[in-house]
C-alpha cells in the first residue's frame, strides 16, 4: 500500500492500524530524505550566503554579511544591510571607504592629512578646554 506523504493523509490515517501508519512514516521518511529536497536546500542557502556575503562586502563585513544570510536568509540580508558599516569614514563627507585608500572616493580630499588635521583638533580641544 503506497501512501502519498501530506496532511490530508495524516488527517484521514486510522491510526489503529498499525500497517497504514507504518505505510504512511514511510512516505514521509522517503520525502525528506529525497536528494532534490536536499539539493534545493543546499543550493538556497549558498545562494542566501552568497547575497549576504555581497552586501555585506559593501559595508566591509562579508563574513558577518555570509552567516546572516546562511542563519535567517533574505531577513538576514536586511540585518546586514541596515547594519553600520565597518569601513572608515571620511572626515569630511562622512561616507565609508576601504581602509587603504588614500583620497575619499566620494569628495575627494586626502585622508591621510585630514585624519591627521582631526586628531590634531581634537588634541587642541582637549588640551584647551582642561587647561589649569
Ligand atoms: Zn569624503
Known sequence: MALECSLSALTNLDQTDPDAVQALLQSC???LLSPTLWAWTLG???ACAL???FIGMAKGRWLAGL????ALGPIGWLIVLFSKSS????PECGRPN???AKACR???INLRAAALKSKRA????NDSGRGW
Open 29 to 31: 521518511t522517503g520525502a
Open 44 to 46: 538556497i542557502t549558498v
Open 51 to 53: 547575497v549576504g556575503a
Open 67 to 70: 552567516v546572516w544570510g546562511v
Open 87 to 90: 569601513l572608515p569614514e571620511c
Open 98 to 100: 576601504v581602509p587603504s
Open 106 to 108: 566620494h569628495c575627494g
Open 122 to 125: 581634537r588634541l587642541k580641544s
